[in-house]
């Protein structure tokens, strides 16, 4: 069965730009969850989307911001890109309490 | 505040040298443990949920234990294929979508 897709797998942007990525999710899993993981601060909670409502928020500042789509797919934008933002960026999506299924990540790196 | 600790940090063993890893934790609502394990640029894989006190569950050389403060990851007879980061991230009541993840124990198996 296929997993969780992630796309692009690697990007590179100027500050100042603005980036969004794509996931999409194992079929029939309606949950998705976005984190950030860098070397410094370990994997970090962005934000969750279920049946296209965001039901949690991580501790980001209002640059990051998703969404999900009623197929389940969810894109994040982040804007006004800052050198810190470079990272690899997780999505992962679950049915019921399964547990979590990630995809590959796309590696961003502002520059 | 929820915290979670993996120790050690990293971990360096001979191919046939068991060890345990350990993910200690501080947290409300406690409702089960993931563990996951990382392959450096690549996401997360999943491997255990430990749902209750005194559970364990096996899948090759690796076992994970639960108790209401900590879990134990144990790896025998480690083989090079088992080299990566080791992520533990509790389940509590309000965390389902936004897991906190610990800081991860990376395993380096030698021959």
């Known amino acids: 069965k296929a997993g969780v897709t992630q796309t692009p797998r690697y990007l590179i942007k100027t500050r100042g730009q603005q980036v969004t990525l794509s996931c999409s999710p194992i079929?029939?899993?309606?949950?998705v969850s976005w984190y950030q993981q860098t070397p410094g601060q370990g994997l970090q909670f962005l934000f969750e989307y279920f049946s296209e409502t965001q039901r949690n928020k991580g501790n980001f500042p209002g640059r990051f911001s998703g969404r999900q789509f009623s197929n389940s797919r969810s894109e994040m934008n982040v804007s006004t890109l800052e050198l810190g933002d470079s990272a690899l960026y997780l999505c992962?999506?679950?049915?019921?309490?399964?547990?979590?299924?990630f995809g590959s990540g796309t590696r961003l790196t502002v520059v | 505040e929820d915290q979670v600790t993996q120790s050690p940090e990293a971990l360096r063993l001979q191919e046939g040298e068991s060890s345990s890893l350990n993910c200690s934790y501080t947290?409300?609502?406690?409702?089960?443990l993931f563990w996951y394990r990382q392959d450096p640029g690549k996401g997360p894989e999943f491997l255990f949920t430990l749902y209750s006190a005194g559970e364990e569950k096996e899948k090759e050389r690796l076992k994970a234990t639960l108790t209401k403060k900590e879990s134990f990851l144990h790896i025998t007879a480690p083989k090079p294929e088992d080299s990566a980061t080791y992520l533990c991230?509790?389940?509590?009541?309000?965390?389902?979508?936004?897991?906190?993840f610990g800081a991860g124990t990376m395993v380096v198996v030698t021959t």
């Open positions: 947290v409300s609502g406690l409702r089960g």
């Open positions: 992962a999506s679950a049915k019921g309490a399964e547990g979590y299924t």
């Open positions: 079929s029939g899993h309606r949950s």
């Open positions: 991230a509790p389940l509590t009541t309000d965390s389902w979508g936004k897991l906190q």
